[in-house]
């Protein structure tokens, strides 16, 4: 980076590629010049923010000056930071596009383009976000692009705007912190809730994040844990940015015991010493696995992945081992043995689904071979209905083909 090289770099989650960019960044700035010298791209607003807390600390006695630019808050702020004049612009990239529509923001000085988490850019639909900004920054520039993975589609995107660049892979591709102890605890679907309150009451978990499915499901197992006397919050698309960043923050002063999210907060959230992570829904993505698993064992401090492993989610599991080459270690807990089940009326397992390497979507205007216009729906088997999690999984997909086949104003 100093050399002034374009620069493809790639390394495990939580081993410090915001600070392997963020250093270098600012030795090269040397004076401020207060127009828009550096623009770092990310997916998530959590990210964001961090990053430009990031910057801050190592920038401290630095005499450069960033902002931070996402949705979900009052855009009048921002313009009136980036007004003062700034050196470093973090943004995600549907807001910093509200700006360039609006005239409040200008790119055309732009000498360092950073994409952070671009793998995690492409999965959220950013991609033609993305091509309309670098349309807007000068040809002469430097760029650097991290991911904690390189698939093809990042090789291909990068071949598209980088010069010549230096490809830098401190881990393999899709391999999970070495200091994080993995084990999957097998249990019968409808004891999952009863049985990750069993862990962290017996286990004394002060500080754990768990990972559902849906957005319904997380607000749903938040309640529940609440129930049984454990401090709990959920955060995921649906919650307002200022309700996130609340609940982010009480979870990271260890005033909440389980923080509660969907895979918005799968990537990038840096938790200092966050000790233990659940997998209370397996991802149908395997590579989301690794990802989740990331946010403990960072930075060298170890940590502990557990997952719960009903009988629909044994796929899911065997494609993670598949991708990771290992073997999971496998634990069942006295009392939660896989063939026991709660005496109350709970909700009907899910059934399994086919692991995939990445989302899939029926084609538009595909439809049910036998819906017909104007006749009610035949009766479906009771086995055979969806659970109320699933049905909430299949409205989260629903919204996001009619808005076009993703999240793109973050």
């Known amino acids: 980076m100093l050399a002034g090289r374009d620069l493809l770099g790639a390394a495990q989650t939580g081993t410090g590629k915001t600070a392997g960019f963020t250093l270098p960044i600012l030795q090269l700035l040397g004076a401020p010049q207060r127009h828009i010298r550096v623009l770092v791209l990310v997916p998530t607003r959590e990210l964001a923010a961090q990053v430009q807390e990031s910057v801050r600390t190592y920038g401290k006695y630095a005499p450069v000056r960033s902002t931070v630019v996402f949705g979900g808050v009052g855009i009048h702020p921002q313009i009136e930071a980036l007004k003062r004049g700034v050196d470093i612009v973090v943004a995600t990239p549907g807001r910093l596009l509200d700006h360039v529509q609006q005239r409040t923001i200008d790119l055309r000085r732009v000498e360092i383009l950073v994409l952070d988490e671009a793998d995690r850019m492409l999965d959220m639909g950013f991609i033609h976000d993305i091509r309309k900004v670098l349309k807007l920054l000068p040809p002469k520039r430097q760029n650097l692009l991290f991911s904690a993975t390189f698939p093809d589609e990042i090789r291909t995107l990068a071949s598209t705007f980088m010069h010549d660049p230096v490809t830098v892979e401190v881990a393999r591709r899709n391999t999970p912190a070495e200091l994080v102890d993995q084990v999957a605890h097998p249990v019968a679907h409808d004891r999952k809730r009863a049985l990750l309150s069993h862990l962290v009451k017996e286990g004394d978990w002060q500080q754990v994040l768990v990972f559902t499915r849906t957005k319904h499901g997380a607000n749903r197992l938040a309640e529940q844990l609440e129930k049984d006397g454990i401090e709990a919050d959920a955060i995921h698309g649906n919650k307002s940015q200022n309700a996130r960043t609340r609940a982010l923050k009480r979870f990271k002063e260890q005033e909440l015991r389980v923080l509660v999210a969907t895979d918005i907060a799968a990537r990038g959230l840096d938790i200092e010493s966050l000790p233990h992570v659940v997998n209370y829904d397996m991802p149908h993505v395997a590579e989301d696995y690794v990802h989740r698993i990331g946010r403990t064992g960072r930075a060298g401090a170890e940590g502990a992945a557990v997952s719960l492993v009903s009988h629909e989610d044994r796929p899911l599991m065997a494609a993670i081992e598949r991708l990771m080459n290992r073997k999971v270690?496998?634990?069942?807990?006295?009392?939660?043995?896989?063939?026991?089940?709660?005496?109350?009326?709970?909700?009907?397992?899910?059934?399994?689904?086919r692991p995939q390497s990445r989302p899939q979507h029926r084609p538009q205007g595909q439809q049910q071979r036998h819906a017909r216009p104007g006749k009610a729906p035949s009766r479906v088997p009771h086995a055979e209905r969806l659970t109320r999690e699933q049905e909430a999984q299949l409205r989260e997909t629903g919204a996001r083909l009619a808005a076009g086949g993703g999240m793109r104003r973050r």
């Open 329 to 353: 270690e496998s634990r069942v807990v006295p009392g939660f043995e896989p063939g026991t089940h709660s005496t109350r009326p709970q909700a009907e397992p899910q059934r399994a689904f």
